[in-house]
């Protein structure tokens, strides 16, 4: 008979069963957890290589020369030059550095600066793998910052080859840049590189600086190399941070608290004494070492003189730069307006042009320049008109061919009126605008012709908010008669010219014909107000350099080339990355063009609006012998006063007037024609080839020289109008035509023009047949009288 077990021994046998079945669970699930890890590592780890290779895909391997290169391209000073490479300026950078070789940094301040900022720096390769690893686990947990993780190797990759935006994708190009750096330069040559590029904050003149040698000079006044060890350490902790350690603020000024700078160079010092790099004496002496003492005094920074040129010619680079870039990424034209997309590429292009050691050589021709800025210096007096406020002129001198500028003047004085009238101020053209608005594109659409008659009878604006107000001419109400078109151009006429503009955009069938077909093309600011009544008459704003580049359009028969001062941008190794290139634009066609410049011959030989050629003649008998033609301008109550004249080679013009838009007087056109004429007379005394004196304007092939009655501008004959046959008076003169030609002989010949003004002139025909005077050629001699002004 079998002995039973004890109860407590079977309870015991049955505890260790489940003890036992638990443990082996526990071990199965453990080696169950342990090759899920692993298998999910594994997987993360495939995940993490194949994002890592999509975010370097694209990213070129550098070859030596070219690490050597970007590593080493540090800041170099642009220059700006004259057409002939003499130098205009220096660009200042910023921040300013200077570049030193390694044995020109003391040890110290590199033995700091491995210690505090890449401490593995002689162990790794380029990158320490836990750092990046821990950087990408606190940027995707959100715990702790994510920039840390770079060595020095790498921090100098971001400086000089990509930006500091926070990305996977910048941070793995990093990691890749960083090793082919590592693998071409040794550890020396990339830690002079860092000390060379990285910003320390700013020096005793409130200047931004970068580079060991600017800093330990604007600081300490020593050179880098002559840096004691804490000195050293102070410099070694700033690229952390450097406008927040610096002692000085951005006026050179030392902070009234900078001791959060001095407990940076303490933390340097510790770390150095961790490292074993400096002894416990060596230590304790620099902790104890009363740096503020070295700290050098507030100074001023040396007033370089600048000036219109150097900010007219520096802004144009920087806009070309600018869109250039825009245009390589891509960006159209559209985008590139918007303010928020241009200022980033304006930016981009400043600290360019800032830093990269660019040459920019400008259009402009030194002696022409100098003689310009002297010719204000000195005649800009005779401006003034007594009031006790200066007058201000804004003048350009472009070629007709090319659209280069060979000179300007912004003010009469840099000094005292910083207002570009050159290239930035926006004024009312007046009467200036009406060859290029009105008489050129009607001759040009076969409209009118040189001879043809336009109405100049009293008649009150039509439509608008000048609705029922009188249009009035410079001398009055109208002359109560049909001029012909040279006549209305040469007197400078507003309601021949107020007839022919509504007349072309009624037969147009758009207010905006004029704009689109033509202005826009020369770059003129788009506004609806150009098919307001008043257009004509100059009111829409626009610049000096705008009109000049009109009437250089018309003195080039009609082919405009967009004025430029900027020939050519190289880099500090002499390579091209910009050229400028000519990109003609027929506006008006041929025919036209040399129709309206020997319109504008009369409009400077006959003097009706000007004195400028005789007051020329006695400044230079030569110079005014040239071919000159040209336009006046002025606004109500001779706010702006302008004159740009041309000969067959270049343009020259000028706007007069007060910043301040109040009025001059009736006589500010013959100060505008004296002053004009000793600035013409001083260039030509430096160049004189520049103004083709033995050049003469020539009409076109094409145009069409039509025998018309001098009495209608149409073709001779009688006219019947209801009934009664009129005999025209005798008298007939040439009319150039640039497309179709004069119509037959009517009653109603002219443009614009009542039912009782064509009963009133047509009255006249009998004196008008037995006026001696009439003119045969249509080249009327009018008595010059002393009023000089049109509206």
Same mark, same amino acid.
Do not use: C
């Given at each position: 008979?079998k002995?039973k077990?004890p109860?407590?021994?079977?309870?015991?046998?049955g505890?260790?069963?489940?003890?036992?079945?638990?443990?082996?669970?526990?071990?199965?699930?453990?080696?169950?957890?342990?090759?899920v890890?692993? #298998?999910?590592?594994?997987?993360a780890?495939?995940?993490?290589?194949?994002?890592?290779?999509?975010?370097?895909?694209?990213?070129?391997?550098?070859?030596?020369?070219?690490?050597k290169?970007?590593v080493?391209?540090i800041?170099?000073?642009?220059?700006?030059?004259?057409?002939?490479?003499?130098?205009?300026?220096?660009?200042?950078?910023?921040?300013?550095?200077?570049?030193?070789?390694?044995d020109e940094?003391?040890?110290? &301040?590199?033995?700091?600066? &491995?210690?505090?900022?890449?401490?593995?720096?002689?162990?790794?390769?380029?990158?320490?793998?836990?750092?990046?690893?821990?950087a990408?686990?606190?940027?995707?947990?959100?715990?702790?910052?994510?920039s840390?993780?770079?060595?020095?190797?790498?921090?100098? %990759?971001?400086?000089q080859?990509?930006?500091?935006e926070t990305?996977?994708?910048?941070?793995?190009?990093e990691?890749v840049?960083?090793?082919?750096v590592?693998k071409?330069?040794?550890?020396?040559?990339i @830690?002079?590189?860092?000390?060379?590029v990285s910003?320390?904050?700013?020096?005793?003149?409130?200047?931004?600086?970068?580079?060991?040698?600017?800093?330990?000079?604007?600081?300490?006044g020593?050179?880098?190399?002559e840096?004691?060890? $804490?000195?050293?350490?102070f410099?070694?902790?700033?690229?952390?941070?450097p406008?927040?350690?610096?002692?000085?603020?951005?006026?050179?000024?030392?902070?009234?608290?900078?001791?959060?700078g001095?407990?940076?160079?303490?933390?340097?010092l510790?770390?150095?004494?961790?490292?074993? %790099?400096?002894?416990?004496?060596?230590?304790?002496e620099?902790?104890?070492?009363?740096l503020?003492?070295?700290?050098?005094?507030?100074?001023?920074?040396e007033?370089?003189?600048?000036?219109?040129?150097?900010?007219?010619?520096?802004?144009?680079?920087v806009s070309? @730069?600018?869109?250039?870039?825009?245009t390589?990424?891509?960006?159209?034209e559209?985008?590139?307006?918007?303010?928020?997309?241009?200022?980033?590429?304006?930016?981009?292009?400043?600290?360019?042009?800032?830093?990269?050691?660019?040459?920019?050589?400008?259009?402009?021709?030194?002696?022409?320049?100098?003689?310009?800025?002297? =010719?204000a210096?000195?005649?800009?007096?005779?401006?003034?008109?007594g009031?006790?406020?200066? %007058?201000?002129t804004?003048?350009?001198?472009?070629?007709?061919?090319t659209?280069?500028?060979?000179g300007?003047?912004?003010s009469?004085?840099?000094?005292?009126?910083?207002?570009?009238?050159?290239?930035?101020?926006?004024?009312? $053209?007046?009467?200036?605008?009406?060859?290029?608005?009105?008489?050129?594109?009607?001759?040009d659409q076969?409209?009118?012709?040189?001879?043809?008659r336009?109405?100049?009878?009293p008649?009150?604006?039509?439509?608008?908010?000048?609705?029922?107000?009188?249009?009035?001419?410079?001398?009055?109400?109208?002359?109560?008669?049909?001029?012909?078109?040279?006549?209305a151009?040469?007197?400078?006429?507003? %309601?021949?010219?107020?007839?022919?503009?509504?007349?072309?955009?009624t037969?147009?069938?758009?207010?905006?014909?004029?704009?689109?077909?033509?202005?826009?093309?020369?770059?003129?600011?788009?506004?609806?107000?150009?098919?307001?009544? =008043?257009?004509?008459?100059g009111?829409v704003?626009?610049?000096?350099?705008?009109?000049?580049n009109?009437?250089?359009?018309?003195?080039?028969?009609?082919?405009?080339?967009?004025?430029?001062?900027?020939?050519?941008?190289?880099?500090?190794?002499?390579k091209?990355?910009?050229?400028?290139q000519?990109?003609?634009?027929?506006?008006?066609?041929?025919?036209?063009a040399?129709?309206?410049?020997?319109?504008?011959?009369?409009v400077?030989?006959?003097?009706?609006?000007?004195?400028?050629?005789?007051? #020329?003649?006695?400044?230079?008998?030569?110079?005014?012998?040239?071919?000159?033609v040209?336009k006046?301008?002025t606004?109500?109550?001779?706010?702006?006063?302008?004159?740009?004249?041309?000969?067959?080679?270049?343009?020259?013009?000028s706007?007069?007037?007060?910043?301040?838009?109040?009025?001059?007087? =009736?006589?500010?056109?013959n100060?505008t024609?004296?002053?004009?004429?000793?600035?013409?007379?001083?260039?030509?005394?430096?160049?004189?080839?520049?103004?083709?004196?033995?050049?003469?304007?020539e #009409? =076109?092939?094409?145009?069409?020289?039509?025998?018309?009655?001098?009495?209608?501008?149409?073709?001779?004959?009688?006219?019947t109008?209801?009934?009664?046959?009129?005999?025209? $008076?005798?008298?007939?003169?040439?009319?150039?035509?640039a497309k179709?030609?004069?119509?037959?002989?009517?009653?109603k010949?002219?443009?614009?023009?009542t039912?009782?003004?064509?009963?009133?002139y047509?009255d006249?025909?009998?004196?008008?047949?037995?006026?001696?005077?009439?003119t045969?050629?249509?080249?009327?001699?009018?008595?010059?009288?002393?009023?000089?002004?049109d509206?």
């Amino acid at each position: 008979m079998k002995k039973k077990k004890p109860a407590a021994a079977k309870n015991l046998a049955g505890a260790s069963f489940y003890i036992n079945v638990t443990l082996r669970v526990i071990k199965s699930l453990f080696v169950g957890f342990i090759l899920v890890l692993f #298998l999910g590592g594994m997987l993360a780890l495939g995940i993490g290589a194949g994002y890592f290779a999509y975010l370097v895909e694209g990213t070129s391997t550098p070859t030596k020369e070219e690490v050597k290169q970007t590593v080493g391209d540090i800041t170099e000073a642009s220059k700006l030059l004259y057409a002939d490479n003499k130098e205009i300026a220096t660009i200042s950078a910023d921040p300013i550095r200077q570049k030193v070789d390694t044995d020109e940094i003391s040890p110290w &301040v590199k033995k700091a600066i &491995v210690a505090t900022e890449d401490e593995y720096f002689y162990e790794h390769h380029g990158v320490v793998p836990k750092a990046v690893l821990r950087a990408l686990i606190s940027e995707v947990s959100g715990f702790g910052s994510g920039s840390g993780g770079s060595t020095l190797t790498q921090q100098l %990759i971001k400086q000089q080859v990509l930006t500091s935006e926070t990305s996977f994708k910048r941070k793995a190009n990093e990691i890749v840049l960083a090793l082919d750096v590592e693998k071409y330069l040794s550890k020396d040559e990339i @830690l002079t590189a860092y000390l060379n590029v990285s910003p320390f904050g700013r020096n005793n003149k409130g200047q931004n600086i970068a580079g060991v040698e600017e800093a330990a000079m604007g600081i300490f006044g020593v050179h880098a190399q002559e840096l004691n060890l $804490p000195q050293a350490a102070f410099i070694a902790g700033l690229p952390q941070s450097p406008i927040v350690y610096s002692p000085y603020t951005n006026t050179g000024d030392l902070k009234e608290d900078y001791s959060i700078g001095l407990d940076r160079k303490n933390n340097v010092l510790f770390n150095m004494y961790r490292e074993k %790099i400096i002894s416990q004496q060596e230590y304790e002496e620099a902790l104890n070492y009363d740096l503020a003492q070295d700290f050098q005094p507030r100074e001023e920074i040396e007033d370089e003189q600048r000036g219109f040129l150097y900010y007219t010619i520096y802004n144009e680079a920087v806009s070309i @730069l600018a869109k250039q870039q825009a245009t390589q990424d891509g960006v159209s034209e559209s985008d590139y307006e918007q303010d928020d997309v241009r200022n980033r590429y304006v930016e981009q292009a400043r600290v360019k042009i800032q830093n990269q050691g660019l040459t920019v050589q400008s259009t402009i021709d030194k002696n022409i320049y100098d003689a310009m800025q002297l =010719s204000a210096a000195e005649y800009g007096q005779y401006l003034d008109n007594g009031s006790g406020t200066p %007058i201000e002129t804004g003048n350009i001198l472009m070629d007709n061919q090319t659209g280069r500028i060979y000179g300007f003047v912004g003010s009469r004085d840099y000094s005292t009126n910083q207002n570009n009238h050159a290239f930035d101020t926006l004024r009312q $053209p007046g009467s200036s605008i009406k060859p290029l608005l009105v008489y050129g594109p009607a001759i040009d659409q076969g409209l009118i012709g040189s001879g043809s008659r336009i109405a100049d009878f009293p008649m009150k604006y039509q439509r608008g908010e000048n609705a029922g107000k009188e249009l009035r001419n410079a001398t009055g109400e109208g002359s109560k008669t049909f001029q012909t078109t040279r006549e209305a151009l040469v007197e400078s006429t507003n %309601i021949p010219a107020y007839h022919v503009y509504q007349e072309l955009l009624t037969e147009k069938g758009s207010e905006q014909f004029v704009y689109e077909n033509y202005l826009k093309k020369m770059n003129y600011q788009a506004s609806s107000d150009w098919g307001v009544e =008043s257009a004509p008459l100059g009111t829409v704003i626009t610049s000096t350099l705008t009109q000049v580049n009109g009437f250089q359009a018309l003195a080039n028969e009609g082919v405009y080339q967009e004025g430029y001062l900027i020939e050519s941008i190289t880099d500090s190794t002499g390579k091209e990355i910009y050229k400028h290139q000519e990109n003609p634009v027929q506006v008006y066609s041929k025919a036209a063009a040399t129709i309206m410049t020997d319109m504008m011959r009369s409009v400077v030989n006959e003097q009706e609006t000007t004195p400028f050629k005789s007051l #020329l003649s006695g400044v230079n008998y030569t110079l005014s012998t040239a071919d000159w033609v040209g336009k006046t301008g002025t606004t109500d109550n001779y706010a702006d006063n302008w004159l740009i004249v041309s000969t067959p080679s270049v343009t020259l013009g000028s706007w007069t007037g007060r910043d301040d838009n109040q009025p001059m007087d =009736s006589n500010a056109g013959n100060r505008t024609a004296t002053y004009m004429a000793y600035l013409a007379g001083r260039i030509y005394s430096v160049n004189p080839s520049v103004f083709g004196v033995n050049e003469d304007f020539e #009409l =076109s092939d094409d145009v069409k020289k039509e025998k018309v009655s001098t009495f209608t501008g149409l073709k001779p004959g009688r006219v019947t109008h209801e009934g009664t046959t009129y005999q025209v $008076p005798s008298g007939e003169s040439d009319s150039l035509w640039a497309k179709d030609g004069p119509a037959d002989n009517t009653y109603k010949f002219g443009i614009g023009g009542t039912d009782s003004n064509y009963e009133d002139y047509w009255d006249t025909r009998r004196s008008s047949r037995n006026n001696n005077n009439a003119t045969t050629n249509n080249n009327t001699t009018y008595n010059n009288n002393n009023n000089n002004n049109d509206d």
